[in-house]
C-alpha cells in the first residue's frame, strides 16, 4: 500500500534543496522531552516548509510551527494509526497535500526568511 515510502539517511547538505524538490510530504519525529515544552528548533521543519512541503509529525512541544501554520498533521510519538492516517490522507487529497505545502512557504517566508527575521531583529533590538 505505502509503495512510495522510503527513508533516506544522512545527505550533505548542499543536496538537501534537490532531495525536497523530489518528495510529496516531509516528516520530523522527535522524542518527548522535557526542554521540548516551549517548543523547538528543528531545522529540518523550516527546510520542509521552504520547499513549499507538507509535513507530517510525530512529537509533543509547546509551540508548535506545523500547526501554527496549518501546513501538516501531527500526533504524539507512537501513534501509528494518526500517522497511517496523516500519510493516507495526503496521499488521497493531493490539493490538500497542494495547499498545505503553499501554507507552509507563506508561513516560513512571513516569520522564518532571512529577511524577516532580520526585520524583527532590529525593530525589537535596535529600535
Avoid: W
Amino acid at each position: 500500500d505505502f509503495n512510495n515510502i522510503h527513508f533516506v539517511g544522512a545527505i550533505p547538505n548542499t543536496a538537501v534543496p534537490s532531495l525536497l524538490s523530489m518528495l510529496s510530504v516531509c516528516y520530523v519525529g522527535l522524542k518527548t522531552m522535557p526542554m521540548n515544552c516551549y517548543g523547538i528548533s528543528s531545522n529540518k521543519i523550516y527546510e520542509y516548509m521552504h520547499a513549499a512541503k507538507p509535513i507530517i509529525g510525530c512529537y509533543q512541544i509547546g509551540y508548535d510551527p506545523v500547526t501554527e501554520a496549518n501546513c501538516g498533521f501531527v500526533s504524539k510519538p507512537g501513534d501509528i494509526d494518526a500517522l497511517e492516517a496523516s500519510i493516507r490522507l495526503l496521499i488521497k487529497d493531493k490539493d490538500l497535500a497542494k495547499t498545505m505545502g503553499q501554507n507552509a512557504k507563506l508561513y516560513f517566508d512571513k516569520y522564518h526568511d532571512f529577511k524577516s527575521v532580520r526585520k524583527k531583529l532590529m525593530n525589537e533590538v535596535f529600535i
